[in-house]
Protein backbone atom coordinates (compact mmCIF):
# COMPACT_ATOMS: atom_id res chain seq x y z
CA UNK A 1 0.00 0.00 0.00
CA UNK A 2 1.17 3.12 -1.03
CA UNK A 3 0.60 6.35 2.00
CA UNK A 4 0.56 9.79 2.30
CA UNK A 5 -0.50 12.57 4.21
CA UNK A 6 -3.57 14.56 3.47
CA UNK A 7 -4.28 17.74 5.46
CA UNK A 8 -8.03 18.17 6.52
CA UNK A 9 -9.20 21.18 8.41
CA UNK A 10 -11.70 20.99 11.06
CA UNK A 11 -14.86 22.82 11.31
CA UNK A 12 -15.37 25.33 13.98
CA UNK A 13 -18.52 25.54 15.78
CA UNK A 14 -18.62 28.75 18.42
CA UNK A 15 -21.61 29.79 20.70
CA UNK A 16 -22.51 33.12 21.44
CA UNK A 17 -21.60 34.50 24.70
CA UNK A 18 -25.04 34.10 27.58
CA UNK A 19 -24.68 36.30 30.47
CA UNK A 20 -25.44 35.18 34.18
CA UNK A 21 -26.07 38.53 36.28
CA UNK A 22 -25.04 38.11 40.03
CA UNK A 23 -28.33 38.92 40.78
CA UNK A 24 -29.84 36.01 39.23
CA UNK A 25 -27.10 33.74 40.49
CA UNK A 26 -28.15 34.75 44.23
CA UNK A 27 -31.70 35.30 43.45
CA UNK A 28 -32.90 32.02 41.66
CA UNK A 29 -33.83 28.70 43.08
CA UNK A 30 -31.45 26.87 40.15
CA UNK A 31 -28.12 26.53 39.25
CA UNK A 32 -27.93 28.93 36.24
CA UNK A 33 -24.31 28.44 35.23
CA UNK A 34 -24.58 25.12 35.65
CA UNK A 35 -27.64 25.07 32.93
CA UNK A 36 -26.34 27.63 30.72
CA UNK A 37 -23.18 25.46 30.72
CA UNK A 38 -25.46 22.07 29.57
CA UNK A 39 -27.12 23.83 26.98
CA UNK A 40 -24.13 25.38 25.03
CA UNK A 41 -23.00 21.50 25.03
CA UNK A 42 -25.65 20.45 23.96
CA UNK A 43 -26.37 23.24 21.25
CA UNK A 44 -22.30 22.46 19.72
CA UNK A 45 -23.56 18.70 19.88
CA UNK A 46 -26.66 19.38 17.84
CA UNK A 47 -24.86 21.58 14.55
CA UNK A 48 -22.49 19.19 14.45
CA UNK A 49 -23.99 16.26 14.34
CA UNK A 50 -26.37 17.59 11.64
CA UNK A 51 -23.62 18.90 10.31
CA UNK A 52 -21.65 15.25 9.89
CA UNK A 53 -25.11 13.58 9.09
CA UNK A 54 -25.24 16.30 6.00
CA UNK A 55 -21.60 15.63 4.84
CA UNK A 56 -22.00 11.68 4.75
CA UNK A 57 -25.02 12.17 2.66
CA UNK A 58 -24.36 11.87 -1.64
CA UNK A 59 -23.49 14.93 -3.49
CA UNK A 60 -26.11 13.81 -5.95
CA UNK A 61 -27.43 10.49 -7.42
CA UNK A 62 -24.56 8.54 -8.92
CA UNK A 63 -23.25 4.99 -10.06
CA UNK A 64 -21.22 4.65 -6.94
CA UNK A 65 -23.55 6.98 -4.71
CA UNK A 66 -27.33 5.79 -5.25
CA UNK A 67 -30.15 8.39 -4.28
CA UNK A 68 -33.84 6.87 -4.73
CA UNK A 69 -37.03 8.32 -4.18
CA UNK A 70 -39.83 6.88 -2.13
CA UNK A 71 -42.84 4.97 -3.67
CA UNK A 72 -45.39 4.52 -1.12
CA UNK A 73 -49.18 6.26 -1.35
CA UNK A 74 -49.90 9.53 -0.85
CA UNK A 75 -49.85 11.01 2.17
CA UNK A 76 -49.88 14.75 2.84
CA UNK A 77 -47.91 15.99 -0.09
CA UNK A 78 -45.27 13.27 0.17
CA UNK A 79 -45.01 9.72 -0.81
CA UNK A 80 -44.53 7.19 1.74
CA UNK A 81 -41.03 5.03 2.20
CA UNK A 82 -41.73 1.50 1.84
CA UNK A 83 -39.93 -1.58 2.92
CA UNK A 84 -39.53 -2.45 -0.72
CA UNK A 85 -37.47 1.67 -1.05
CA UNK A 86 -35.36 0.41 1.52
CA UNK A 87 -34.49 -3.01 -0.14
CA UNK A 88 -33.88 -1.70 -3.42
CA UNK A 89 -31.23 0.67 -2.09
CA UNK A 90 -29.54 -2.58 -0.22
CA UNK A 91 -29.47 -3.99 -3.71
CA UNK A 92 -27.60 -0.73 -4.81
CA UNK A 93 -25.34 -1.43 -2.42
CA UNK A 94 -25.11 -5.21 -2.93
CA UNK A 95 -24.45 -4.54 -6.82
CA UNK A 96 -21.61 -1.82 -5.37
CA UNK A 97 -19.92 -4.87 -3.49
CA UNK A 98 -20.20 -2.21 -0.13
CA UNK A 99 -19.21 -5.33 2.75
CA UNK A 100 -22.74 -6.25 5.00
CA UNK A 101 -21.03 -5.77 7.97
CA UNK A 102 -20.75 -1.65 9.31
CA UNK A 103 -24.04 -0.64 6.84
CA UNK A 104 -25.64 2.44 7.95
CA UNK A 105 -28.87 4.00 7.60
CA UNK A 106 -30.12 6.87 9.67
CA UNK A 107 -34.05 7.68 8.88
CA UNK A 108 -35.69 10.55 9.01
CA UNK A 109 -38.54 10.59 11.53
CA UNK A 110 -41.32 10.66 8.37
CA UNK A 111 -39.58 7.63 7.18
CA UNK A 112 -39.65 5.66 10.44
CA UNK A 113 -43.64 6.27 10.88
CA UNK A 114 -44.32 5.04 7.18
CA UNK A 115 -42.12 1.65 8.25
CA UNK A 116 -43.72 1.88 11.41
CA UNK A 117 -47.28 1.55 9.97
CA UNK A 118 -46.50 -1.10 7.14
CA UNK A 119 -43.99 -3.47 9.28
CA UNK A 120 -45.27 -4.52 12.30
CA UNK A 121 -41.95 -6.19 13.04
CA UNK A 122 -40.03 -2.98 12.39
CA UNK A 123 -42.85 -1.69 14.81
CA UNK A 124 -42.54 -4.09 17.74
CA UNK A 125 -38.22 -3.73 17.81
CA UNK A 126 -38.83 0.03 17.76
CA UNK A 127 -40.87 0.11 20.56
CA UNK A 128 -38.43 -1.35 22.59
CA UNK A 129 -35.59 0.61 21.49
CA UNK A 130 -32.75 2.90 23.46
CA UNK A 131 -30.55 5.30 22.77
CA UNK A 132 -31.61 6.16 19.18
CA UNK A 133 -30.11 2.97 17.74
CA UNK A 134 -33.91 1.59 16.09
CA UNK A 135 -33.07 -2.23 15.06
CA UNK A 136 -30.81 -4.24 12.67
CA UNK A 137 -33.16 -5.31 9.58
CA UNK A 138 -33.30 -4.60 5.87
CA UNK A 139 -29.20 -5.53 6.08
CA UNK A 140 -28.16 -1.66 7.80
CA UNK A 141 -27.93 -0.88 11.77
CA UNK A 142 -30.82 1.41 11.96
CA UNK A 143 -30.88 4.87 13.67
CA UNK A 144 -33.27 7.87 13.56
CA UNK A 145 -32.01 11.10 13.36
CA UNK A 146 -34.14 14.18 13.35
CA UNK A 147 -32.13 16.60 11.64
CA UNK A 148 -31.41 14.83 8.49
CA UNK A 149 -30.31 17.01 5.17
CA UNK A 150 -32.90 17.84 2.27
CA UNK A 151 -32.16 16.97 -1.28
CA UNK A 152 -34.10 18.82 -4.37
CA UNK A 153 -36.44 16.38 -5.67
CA UNK A 154 -36.50 17.61 -9.41
CA UNK A 155 -32.21 16.74 -9.77
CA UNK A 156 -31.72 14.81 -6.07
CA UNK A 157 -29.29 16.87 -5.82
CA UNK A 158 -28.19 17.79 -1.85
CA UNK A 159 -29.34 21.37 -1.10
CA UNK A 160 -26.38 22.76 1.08
CA UNK A 161 -26.01 22.79 4.54
CA UNK A 162 -26.78 26.06 5.55
CA UNK A 163 -29.00 27.00 2.38
CA UNK A 164 -32.62 28.28 3.15
CA UNK A 165 -35.64 25.64 2.74
CA UNK A 166 -37.47 25.80 -0.74
CA UNK A 167 -40.87 23.83 -2.62
CA UNK A 168 -38.50 21.75 -4.10
CA UNK A 169 -36.65 20.72 -0.75
CA UNK A 170 -37.32 17.10 0.50
CA UNK A 171 -36.20 15.27 3.65
CA UNK A 172 -33.99 12.19 3.04
CA UNK A 173 -32.71 9.23 5.24
CA UNK A 174 -28.87 8.66 4.43
CA UNK A 175 -27.23 4.93 4.31
CA UNK A 176 -22.80 4.48 4.68
CA UNK A 177 -20.97 2.36 5.09
CA UNK A 178 -19.20 3.20 8.49
CA UNK A 179 -15.08 1.52 7.98
CA UNK A 180 -15.14 3.95 4.51
CA UNK A 181 -16.31 7.65 6.72
CA UNK A 182 -13.96 9.46 9.16
CA UNK A 183 -14.32 11.73 11.81
CA UNK A 184 -11.79 13.85 14.38
CA UNK A 185 -12.35 15.53 17.42
CA UNK A 186 -10.03 18.77 17.83
CA UNK A 187 -10.11 21.46 21.19
CA UNK A 188 -13.17 22.12 22.88
CA UNK A 189 -12.16 25.29 25.14
CA UNK A 190 -14.85 26.87 27.27
CA UNK A 191 -14.52 31.19 27.65
CA UNK A 192 -15.91 32.47 31.05
CA UNK A 193 -15.64 35.81 32.32
CA UNK A 194 -16.09 36.54 35.47
CA UNK A 195 -17.96 39.50 37.36
CA UNK A 196 -15.55 42.45 37.32
CA UNK A 197 -16.02 46.62 38.36
CA UNK A 198 -18.43 46.90 35.37
CA UNK A 199 -20.43 44.41 34.60
CA UNK A 200 -21.84 42.22 37.98
CA UNK A 201 -22.38 39.34 35.40
CA UNK A 202 -20.48 35.89 34.71
CA UNK A 203 -20.78 35.54 30.73
CA UNK A 204 -19.81 32.09 28.78
CA UNK A 205 -19.55 30.35 25.30
CA UNK A 206 -17.87 27.69 23.95
CA UNK A 207 -16.05 26.82 21.04
CA UNK A 208 -15.67 23.17 19.63
CA UNK A 209 -13.37 21.63 16.83
CA UNK A 210 -14.73 18.98 14.60
CA UNK A 211 -15.05 16.85 11.62
CA UNK A 212 -16.59 13.88 9.69
CA UNK A 213 -16.74 13.08 5.78
CA UNK A 214 -16.78 10.09 3.56
CA UNK A 215 -12.95 9.25 3.04
CA UNK A 216 -13.98 9.01 -0.86
CA UNK A 217 -17.28 9.27 -2.54
CA UNK A 218 -18.68 6.00 -2.21
CA UNK A 219 -20.25 3.65 -0.40
CA UNK A 220 -22.93 6.38 0.91
CA UNK A 221 -26.58 6.73 -0.88
CA UNK A 222 -29.82 8.47 0.10
CA UNK A 223 -33.68 7.92 -0.06
CA UNK A 224 -35.24 11.15 -0.52
CA UNK A 225 -38.99 11.75 -0.05
CA UNK A 226 -40.78 11.92 -3.48
CA UNK A 227 -43.51 14.66 -4.05
CA UNK A 228 -47.04 13.25 -3.37
CA UNK A 229 -48.44 12.66 -7.66
CA UNK A 230 -44.40 12.75 -8.81
CA UNK A 231 -45.14 9.77 -11.79
CA UNK A 232 -42.71 6.90 -11.63
CA UNK A 233 -41.10 6.97 -15.21
CA UNK A 234 -39.49 3.70 -17.29
CA UNK A 235 -36.66 4.99 -19.91
CA UNK A 236 -35.16 2.80 -22.48
CA UNK A 237 -35.65 1.30 -25.67
CA UNK A 238 -38.63 0.69 -27.47
CA UNK A 239 -38.50 -2.09 -29.71
CA UNK A 240 -36.29 -4.97 -30.45
CA UNK A 241 -35.39 -6.84 -34.10
CA UNK A 242 -33.93 -9.94 -33.36
CA UNK A 243 -32.19 -12.71 -35.63
CA UNK A 244 -34.02 -15.94 -36.45
CA UNK A 245 -32.17 -18.22 -34.39
CA UNK A 246 -32.83 -19.08 -30.73
CA UNK A 247 -30.48 -16.18 -29.68
CA UNK A 248 -30.85 -14.02 -26.36
CA UNK A 249 -30.54 -10.55 -26.42
CA UNK A 250 -29.95 -8.19 -22.82
CA UNK A 251 -31.78 -4.48 -22.36
CA UNK A 252 -30.95 -2.21 -19.49
CA UNK A 253 -34.11 -0.12 -18.21
CA UNK A 254 -33.99 2.66 -16.05
CA UNK A 255 -36.81 4.18 -13.41
CA UNK A 256 -36.94 7.29 -12.34
CA UNK A 257 -37.03 5.79 -8.47
CA UNK A 258 -34.37 3.11 -8.54
CA UNK A 259 -36.74 0.33 -8.79
CA UNK A 260 -35.88 -2.87 -10.20
CA UNK A 261 -38.31 -3.50 -13.67
CA UNK A 262 -40.67 -6.11 -14.43
CA UNK A 263 -40.93 -8.12 -17.92
CA UNK A 264 -44.10 -10.03 -19.00
CA UNK A 265 -45.25 -11.29 -22.86
CA UNK A 266 -47.93 -13.61 -23.93
CA UNK A 267 -45.64 -14.41 -27.07
CA UNK A 268 -45.35 -18.43 -27.15
CA UNK A 269 -42.13 -18.35 -28.98
CA UNK A 270 -40.46 -15.27 -26.28
CA UNK A 271 -39.53 -15.86 -23.56
CA UNK A 272 -38.59 -12.69 -20.68
CA UNK A 273 -36.51 -13.25 -18.05
CA UNK A 274 -34.95 -10.20 -15.61
CA UNK A 275 -32.43 -9.55 -13.37
CA UNK A 276 -32.63 -6.41 -11.21
CA UNK A 277 -33.07 -3.27 -14.21
CA UNK A 278 -31.89 -6.13 -17.33
CA UNK A 279 -33.94 -7.68 -19.22
CA UNK A 280 -32.96 -11.14 -21.15
CA UNK A 281 -35.32 -11.68 -24.48
CA UNK A 282 -35.00 -15.29 -25.93
CA UNK A 283 -36.92 -15.97 -28.89
CA UNK A 284 -36.89 -19.51 -30.27
CA UNK A 285 -35.59 -20.33 -33.64
CA UNK A 286 -37.49 -18.86 -36.56
CA UNK A 287 -38.05 -21.44 -39.02
CA UNK A 288 -39.08 -20.67 -42.39
CA UNK A 289 -40.89 -23.79 -43.79
CA UNK A 290 -43.28 -23.62 -41.24
CA UNK A 291 -43.87 -20.52 -40.31
CA UNK A 292 -43.47 -18.40 -43.76
CA UNK A 293 -42.69 -15.10 -44.50
CA UNK A 294 -43.75 -12.93 -42.19
CA UNK A 295 -41.92 -11.74 -39.39
CA UNK A 296 -42.63 -12.49 -35.91
CA UNK A 297 -43.99 -9.54 -33.69
CA UNK A 298 -44.74 -9.62 -29.55
CA UNK A 299 -45.05 -6.95 -27.13
CA UNK A 300 -43.40 -7.01 -23.54
CA UNK A 301 -45.04 -5.00 -21.26
CA UNK A 302 -42.14 -3.93 -18.52
CA UNK A 303 -43.16 -2.56 -14.95
CA UNK A 304 -41.62 -1.01 -11.83
CA UNK A 305 -41.21 -3.02 -8.95
CA UNK A 306 -43.82 -1.66 -6.08
CA UNK A 307 -45.58 0.27 -8.88
CA UNK A 308 -48.51 -1.29 -10.41
CA UNK A 309 -50.19 1.37 -12.49
CA UNK A 310 -46.19 2.45 -14.45
CA UNK A 311 -45.74 -0.03 -17.59
CA UNK A 312 -43.71 0.43 -20.78
CA UNK A 313 -44.59 -1.47 -23.96
CA UNK A 314 -41.58 -2.75 -26.06
CA UNK A 315 -41.96 -3.83 -29.42
CA UNK A 316 -40.20 -7.30 -30.23
CA UNK A 317 -39.74 -8.53 -33.64
CA UNK A 318 -37.86 -11.69 -35.11
CA UNK A 319 -37.12 -11.94 -39.05
CA UNK A 320 -37.69 -14.87 -41.06
CA UNK A 321 -35.26 -17.67 -41.36
CA UNK A 322 -33.38 -18.15 -44.41
CA UNK A 323 -35.48 -20.69 -46.96
Same mark, same amino acid.
Given at each position: ???????? @????????????????????? *????????????????????????????????????? =???????? *?????? +???????? +??????? +???????????????? =??????????????????????????????????????????????????????????????????????????????? *?????? !??????? *????????????????? @??? =??? &?? @???????????????? !????? &????????????????????????????????????????????????? !? =????????????????????????
Amino acid at each position: LEDANKAI @GLDKYQTEPTRVTDDEVRGLS *YDKKSTVIERHRESVDEEKFARALHALAPDGNSSKTP =VLLTTGAD *YNGRKR +LTVQDVIN +LKEKFDN +LKIPKQGRILVLCPQH =VNDLLIQDTTFAQRYNNTEKGKVVNQYGFEIYEYVDVPRFNVSNLNKVAFSAAASATDALASVAFYAPRMMKATGETKA *YVDEPD !TQYQEWR *YNLRHYFICLPKKKEAI @GAI =VTA &QA @GTPVTITGTDSISLAA !TATAV &QRTFATSNGANVTASTEAAWLAVAVNGKKVTFTPTAYAHDAEGDDPRVA !T =VTIGVVGSDNVSKEVTVSQAKADS
